[in-house]
């Protein structure tokens, strides 16, 4: 007689972000990914995206906090909050991202005996000034590292300067490259749809921030519209009116009104707009992690203008996928699209072939599932009992 085996309860993984949109538009391939082997946790605040994350088979927790308070006392509340949820809930392995859950969910997951990971995802504004509350930053990531097993990056350069801060010890970081893009899904059209103007276009998609360079592009069409008549200057993104950061509403209605632009609002889905733009530009000013933006422009076969900066020249290779520009300089950007402008068709085309050759080989979603599988062998191998013990 062969008694019914009970079945094997599966292990709970929670991601924990500033944002439910945050997760679902640049993790989804991840999460779809952990949900054929385990519950998977979002703990954010909700919004319009929440419905989406668990449609897909995620259990959620809303958590309120504020993601732009710069004031730490007010931010303990958070600590609070998450340590609570982690007693109550006790995830078997919990994924931080961005600056407060980086801070203060390592802290809490210590707290309650919970291995977590720490993925940096850039440095942001705030790292690039000089200021106390950079030092307080400091402070508190110096801290929190110590309590999580693993702090990774996006890429090289962040990862050393964390390390020359002494933030985090050199034995803890991993280098992801970047957060991976799923290029089977984007893909370029074989037969690119008939423009709906003759007109040169330009595509820029970004979180409308003042630091990912949204008024830089914004005075280089100014100053090209001036100069050409057959161009087009398309703007999408996630507008963000709270935060330090954003651009106004009155600034966008203004260079609408004037016809520098055109807002496209949000896009849940941006292949179509990728498939009408001739160049993608991105001229972002502080350090970045692996820009999403530009690899699925890459992914789709389009040129690439961006910023020569950390995370952004390691999308472009200057001259094979697209052209390198001094960050915040208008008129190095503006050189920059004209030479992209005068190339001949068929040399763009082969500047995106090349771009989806490079994404494809460096930062395929394969490669960023695979780095999660080895870090969560810990939870499926019973002779493994730290994540600190395997060697990547």
């Known amino acids: ?43 954010a605040p909700s919004d319009e995206f929440t419905v989406e994350l668990t449609k897909a088979g995620c259990s959620f927790l809303n958590i309120r ?20 949820i982690y007693q109550t809930v006790q995830p078997d392995f919990i994924f931080h991202y961005v600056i ?33 509350l ?32 002494k933030l985090v010890g050199a034995g803890k970081i991993k280098i992801l490259p970047g957060e991976g893009i799923n290029t089977a899904h984007f893909f370029p059209q074989a037969h690119r749809p008939v423009a709906r103007t003759k007109a040169f276009q330009f595509l820029m998609g970004t979180r409308l921030l003042k630091s990912k360079g949204v008024g830089v592009y914004v005075d280089a069409a100014r100053i090209l519209k001036n100069k050409y008549r057959d ?44 498939r009408q733009a001739d160049c993608f530009v991105f001229p972002s000013f502080y350090h970045e992690g692996i820009p999403r933006c530009l690899l699925e422009a890459a992914a789709m076969e389009i040129p690439i203008i961006t910023s020569l900066i950390t995370g952004c020249k390691e999308v472009v290779r200057e001259g094979e996928n697209g052209f390198l520009c001094a960050p915040n300089q208008v008129r190095d950007l503006v050189n920059r699209m004209e030479e992209m402008m005068a190339l001949p068709a068929v040399r763009r085309t082969e500047m995106g072939k090349n771009g989806r050759a490079l994404v494809t080989e460096k ?20 002779e493994t009992t730290s994540i600190k013990n395997q060697v990547f």
């Open 1 to 43: 007689m062969i008694l019914n085996q009970p079945e094997k309860q599966r292990k709970k993984i929670a991601l924990v972000a500033n944002s439910a949109w945050s997760l679902y538009n640049f993790r989804m391939d991840l999460i779809r990914h952990l949900l054929i082997r385990f519950d998977v946790l979002i703990i």
């Open 65 to 84: 906090f504020n993601n732009r308070s710069e004031n730490p006392l007010l931010d303990y509340g958070l600590y609070q909050a998450l340590k609570k």
């Open 100 to 132: 407060k859950p980086n801070i203060y969910g390592s802290m809490a997951a210590a707290k309650t005996g919970i291995q977590s990971v720490a993925v940096v995802t850039g440095l942001g504004y705030t790292f690039d000034r000089r200021n106390w």
């Open 134 to 165: 950079n030092r307080v930053v400091s402070f508190l990531y110096r801290r929190a590292f110590k309590k999580a097993q693993e702090v990774w990056f996006l890429n090289e350069e962040d990862a050393n300067l964390f390390i020359e801060k």
């Open 231 to 274: 161009i087009r200057f398309e703007l999408i993104g996630f507008f963000e009116k709270h935060h330090p950061d954003s651009i106004s509403e009155s600034e966008l209605k203004y260079w609408q009104k004037k016809g520098v632009i055109h807002y496209g609002g949000f896009a849940k889905d941006v292949r179509p707009f990728l």
């Open 363 to 382: 930062f395929g979603i394969e490669r960023i599932l695979a780095e999660y599988d080895k870090t969560l062998q810990v939870l499926e191998d019973p």
